[in-house]
């Protein structure tokens, strides 16, 4: 049974869902949370480009800042899979949150998550099993073939931030006809001035 709670939105007062309430009324924080999260992803691989471009540091010993204190967390893969599983479902969970133009840039950086979490999902897997693809000494995903882990990943996080940004725009800064969801808190109005 899901979880309820009484709110009130205008004159209606009745009982929503944890889902409607985060995509309602709670949106705007919910969306504060999660970008908290992506922005310390980010800084994450951010770190780890600079531990291997500017600092010269070789790349196994390039753990981003939660890998040199957790090896683990990197080495098993578990710290960019639970990243990749967190993100999947948030951008499906706060879906509904968004209508229109923003719902659709939000859906188009959902169908890229989604491919991203299936790359890590084959490297956690691989992990798991201690078997790696292709006879490689560390996990591979299947565009790893092509592009280096690395650039591979930062070109990942980019490829589904950049249209996640254009949708919560386009969600704060609704187009003519294009209103916010209802009882959404994001939205941001001009105030009309008193005559």
Not at 61 to 87: K, N, Q
Not at 178 to 183: I, N, P, S
Request: glycine share 6%.
């Amino acid at each position: 049974m899901p979880a309820t709670v009484a709110c009130s939105i205008g004159d209606t007062h009745r009982k929503m869902s944890w889902l409607e309430l985060i995509n309602g009324p709670w949106h705007k924080y919910s969306l504060w949370v999660y970008t908290a999260i992506v922005l310390a992803h980010w800084a994450e691989h951010l770190a780890q480009t600079t531990q291997i471009y500017l600092l010269g540091w070789p790349i196994p010993e390039s753990r981003g800042v939660v890998g040199l204190w957790i090896p683990w967390v990197v080495t098993s893969e578990a710290l960019h899979y639970g990243y990749a599983f967190v993100m999947l479902v948030a951008f499906w969970i706060l879906r509904t949150g968004f209508v229109g133009r923003s719902r659709t840039w939000w859906m188009i950086a959902f169908w890229i998550q989604f491919w991203h979490h299936i790359e890590h999902a084959l490297l956690q897997g691989q992990a798991l099993l201690q078997m790696n693809l292709f006879g490689s000494p560390v996990p591979l995903s299947i565009a790893q073939l092509v592009i280096p882990r690395v650039e591979l990943h930062l070109f990942y996080n980019a490829a589904v931030f950049i249209p996640m940004v254009i949708a919560m725009f386009y969600h704060m800064f609704p187009l003519p006809g294009e209103e916010a969801h209802h009882g959404c808190s994001c939205a941001w109005t001009p105030r009309r001035a008193s005559a």
